[in-house]
């Protein structure tokens, strides 16, 4: 049996996926369609896929699948392009959304000009723990775990271009430290308000972006005296700017949302 899944590509600072919104075209097997699509040459190509879908408790509902097919909590560049596409293709008119996520119930706040959306602030809730790491041995360095949903290994260093990144970046995903796996990060503080990171994400290899990583290490460089409480994360893809709310103890992040095409694939199951 086919169907025909009608799909769109978007990004957010360059962190890439295939969005779909389930409540026109159901996904049978997200996880086995995140691993097909996501390839370069057999697939569509793209860090993941992003199934946008209602909710009893939230005007729209997201789950993302990582390249691998695992199933993350959260996606922070992913619910910006979420808040754009439901705007702009007409499944609601309001400019602050509510959306249903694994890691709970996130608030997006539209930035719209004329009838697109150009930027989106996501209160992506407070950091559940974080825990500081020193290697010692083959890793000379101290690292800062932060939860936010997803788990992210935050590690500063002087020159982030002498990190080997396709190299560190799988060995510390994997480490058994961390039995769910982790996003890795390595950040170079450039000023008080300015950080350059760049990320393994779990389960897609190197990302042009991370927006949970980026609230992961926006809150590692404050917790450890680096920044202030609001930093543009400048990373590969693009920047995007974190605020930790000193009285809600929220993160708040805005950063752009881009569509890249629209498109449709046969799903054969
Ligand atoms: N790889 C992440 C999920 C995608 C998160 C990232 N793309 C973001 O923008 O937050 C994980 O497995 O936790």
Sequence with gaps: MTTKIKFTKM???????????????????????????????????????????????ADFSMRIF??????????GNGSRCVGKYVYEYGLTDKTEITLDTRSGIKILKLHVE???VSAVTVDMGSPLETEEIQWGGKYPFRSTKVSMGNPHLVTFVEDI??????????????????????????????????????????GSGITQACGTGACATAVAAFINGLTGRKSDVIMDGGTVTIEWDEISGHILMTGPATKVFDGEIEDKY
């Design 11 to 57: 990004h957010g600072a360059g962190n890439d996926y295939i969005y779909v919104d389930t409540s026109q075209y159901p996904i049978a097997d997200p996880a086995k369609k995140a691993i097909e699509w996501s390839k370069f040459h057999t697939g569509i190509g793209s860090d993941g896929l992003i199934l946008i879908g209602v909710s009893d408790k």
């Design 161 to 202: 271009t002498q990190i080997n990144l396709p190299e560190i970046g799988p060995e510390l995903e994997n480490h058994p430290l961390f039995p769910d796996r982790t996003n890795v990060e390595f950040a170079q503080i450039v000023s008080k308000d300015t950080i350059r990171m760049r990320v393994w994400e779990r």
């Design 66 to 75: 990582n390249a691998d097919g695992s199933e993350a909590m959260m996606c």
């Design 114 to 116: 004329g009838k697109t």
